[in-house]
């Protein structure tokens, strides 16, 4: 792989075409921007706790044992990915990698059980041994394959289901984050109904995680970067929909004798009139030390709101978010909920005052078509002197889409996503990224 930076120019220039010809932007968390294209009105943008507690797809059900084997789903999900970061000083980042996921799922037994599994696996296509550290690969630029996923459900009660071993989760700061090749995944215990109308709900208890790196489970609080005693993480989360359609949600994550995590939302969509839709959101963060206070003594928090609009396959998005000048928000399990979390930088920072503007759009004006896409701008503001001064920051991130829901190339979705930091002053660190990821997923029973 040559050293010169054709690929960030290309990604310059396209980038430049596109805003040319379409402004486009979404204000959504990253890791929920990793997982889908974009959103071409209000009503299809996904919030967190939107997004932790989707409603299941429609159950296949069978009474007898041999049929529920003969009637399991093979899935392979290949994924190739290009990523390469470019820093001012220190030395740049690139790896590319192919992979991907390989799942196996059962339906119902007599709707009661199911068993489902994952292989996951990361081979090194280019990874320069000084060019270490995009998280495609393991430290070291090494392949590795890891079966991340491998669990029990059951239904105890109507739709009241009980998931054990190792899964995913979509939570805010507990989740997959699957911006790389292969996501975080947990060993839990999970109690939880999201099925109602209104009120869904979940528990859980997680013990271990593999980080998407990695190929070992390690406990929470090793993930959390703590030399110490190892420590579970105890989750309680809901939401409930007004008939209006305004919903509330909230998550509790508590991990003993280290941190708890509160994390609430409200989102509110109008009715569309005349073609234009209306969405507020508004977030809310607290972080604290609890029992022996492993990850030392803090206490902090984080605010947010976000204002939407979309017509003809645009939405246009303001976000603002203010964090308190205790600590910053840290995130050890996953990506962050905040509206400003972007491809690089969270904003949210000790003492950090942020904001974003953006469209996106998924080109329903032009007729159907595969394409869609997106644009974000954010700029942070810290104090000039103190203990939290740090350099001002903005970041621009742009996203292109491919990705046919029918015909022939039914299952590729095709992305280019570029990221370019500015930093204020000396101590500042400008950074550019290009990522390239192709996804193809399709049945093999």
Avoid: C
């Avoid at 013990?207 to 406990?219: G, H």
């Avoid at 396959?313 to 303001?318: N, T």
């Avoid at 889409?401 to 500042?428: C, H, I, N």
Wanted: aromatic share 14%; no cysteine.
């Amino acid at each position: 792989m040559p050293e010169n930076v054709t690929g960030v120019r290309f990604g310059i220039r396209l980038a430049s075409l596109l805003l040319f010809t379409a402004e486009l932007a979404y204000a959504a968390p990253e890791y929920i921007q990793s997982e889908q294209p974009a959103a071409g009105s209000t009503d299809e943008s996904l919030e967190s706790t939107e997004h932790a507690f989707k409603p299941p797809e429609p159950a296949r059900v069978y009474s007898r044992l041999g049929d529920v084997f003969r009637k399991g789903t093979l899935d392979l999900q290949l994924r190739n990915y290009y990523f390469r970061r470019l820093r001012d000083a220190d030395p740049n980042i690139e790896a590319w990698a192919q992979g991907g996921g390989l799942s196996y799922a059962t339906p119902w037994w007599k709707d009661r059980l199911r068993l489902g599994a994952t292989l996951y696996s990361s081979q090194k296509l280019y990874g320069p041994a000084d060019k270490d550290g995009s998280k495609l690969l393991e430290p070291g630029q090494k392949s590795f394959s890891v079966p991340g996923q491998a669990y029990l459900e059951a239904r105890l009660h109507r739709n009241l289901s009980l998931k054990a071993y190792r899964q995913l989760f979509r939570l805010p700061y507990l989740n997959g984050n699957d911006s790389r090749m292969v996501p975080n995944t947990f060993e839990a215990v999970t109690l939880y109904d999201v099925s109602g109308e209104h009120f869904v709900y979940g528990v859980a208890q997680t013990w271990r995680m593999k980080k998407r790196d990695a190929t070992n489970f390690i406990s929470m609080t090793e993930a959390a970067g703590i030399d110490g005693p190892d420590r579970a993480v105890s989750t309680a989360g809901a939401r409930y929909t007004f008939s209006n359609g305004t919903n509330v949600g909230l998550v509790n994550h508590y991990g003993r004798d280290f941190m708890n995590i509160f994390y609430t939302e409200v989102n509110s969509r109008t009715r569309t009139i005349e073609g234009f839709g209306f969405q507020f959101s508004a977030q809310f963060t607290r972080q604290n030390a609890v029992g022996d206070q492993l990850g030392g003594d803090f206490d902090t928090r984080s605010g947010g709101a976000k204002l939407a609009a979309s017509y003809a396959g645009l939405v246009l998005s303001l976000a603002h978010t203010s964090t308190a000048d205790n600590a910053g928000i840290q995130s050890n399990w996953g990506g962050k909920p905040s509206y400003l979390s972007l491809m690089i930088k969270d904003f949210d920072r000790a003492g950090e005052d942020a904001w974003l503007v953006g469209l996106s759009s998924d080109f329903r004006y032009f007729g159907d078509n595969a394409f869609s896409g997106f644009v974000n701008y954010a700029r942070g503001d810290t104090a000039d002197q103190g203990r939290n001064a740090s350099p001002d920051q903005s970041e621009f991130n742009l996203t292109l889409d491919y990705k046919p829901e029918a015909g022939t190339f039914k299952g590729l979705w095709f992305r280019l996503r570029g990221a370019f930091v500015d930093q204020d002053g000396s101590d500042g660190s400008d950074l550019k990224e290009i990522r390239f990821i192709a996804n193809y997923d399709f049945s093999i029973l």
